[in-house]
């Protein structure tokens, strides 16, 4: 079974500075999805990034970009010039490209509680 | 779009009582699912559906039920409520397997207490 682990609790950055949060997965599968999501405050989730496993080229989304290791089967995330919105809870997830049963769902880390001092 | 529609998004209910949480996307998505979410332990999921009248277990399946009668619709059915199962809720859905980037779109979540 894959497995996603964040390995930082809680993070801190100061405004317009740069953080990277991390994560790491387990999976025998060639073929997947990784994701990171926003969790604000207000509960809902948002998705900051996506990552295709077969894509070699990084994702990038604005101020967030990723370093996906598929070989270290590491997939961080960077956020620059962090702004006090970035406050948030984030999650790492998996997800199969496969097609049967239960490899559709989407696997979680614990998340990251990120704060940003201004 | 309204999206994924969880309804109610605060209930407090007494040990033993049963309940519904509600849960209705517009999407035209087959696979939708129910997650919990405790501190420290991320979202484990419930129940899923990869459409109409398919349903299966997740992480943590005791104490739910659920159906899937039509395609925009998956209700969350707590039985017998237990304080282990006070948390907040989360239901998701995305296109099928075969399709799309894999995304799952969320509801606001359901915020639940048992006392």
């Known amino acids: 079974a894959q497995t996603v682990t964040q390995s930082q609790p809680e993070m801190s950055v100061q405004e317009a500075e740069t953080v990277t949060l991390s994560c790491t997965y387990d999976t025998s599968e060639s073929d997947y999805y990784l994701f990171w999501y926003k969790q604000p405050p207000s509960r809902q989730m948002i998705l900051v990034i996506r990552q295709e496993a077969y894509k070699q080229q990084n994702a990038t989304e604005n101020r967030f970009s990723v370093n996906f290791q598929k070989a270290a089967k590491s997939f961080s995330l960077k956020i620059s010039d962090s702004q006090l919105g970035d406050a948030a809870m984030y999650f790492c997830a998996y997800r199969s490209a496969g097609s049967g049963g239960s490899q559709g769902n989407l696997i979680f880390g614990k998340g990251t509680k990120l704060s940003v001092k201004p | 779009n309204a999206g994924v529609t969880q309804t109610p998004k605060f209930q407090v209910l007494k040990t033993g009582q049963s309940m519904t949480l509600q849960c209705a996307q517009d999407?035209?998505?087959?696979?939708m699912s129910w997650y919990r979410q405790d501190p420290g332990m991320g979202l484990r999921l419930i129940h899923y559906s990869v459409g109409a009248g398919i349903t299966d277990q997740g992480e943590v399946p005791n104490g739910y039920n659920v159906s899937r009668s039509t395609t925009e619709d998956f209700p969350l059915r707590l039985l017998s409520a237990a304080p282990s199962q006070t948390s907040v809720y989360f239901c998701a859905s995305s296109f099928d397997l075969f399709k799309g980037s894999r995304e799952l779109f969320f509801g606001e979540g359901s915020r639940l207490t048992v006392l």
């Open positions: 999407m035209n998505h087959e696979y």
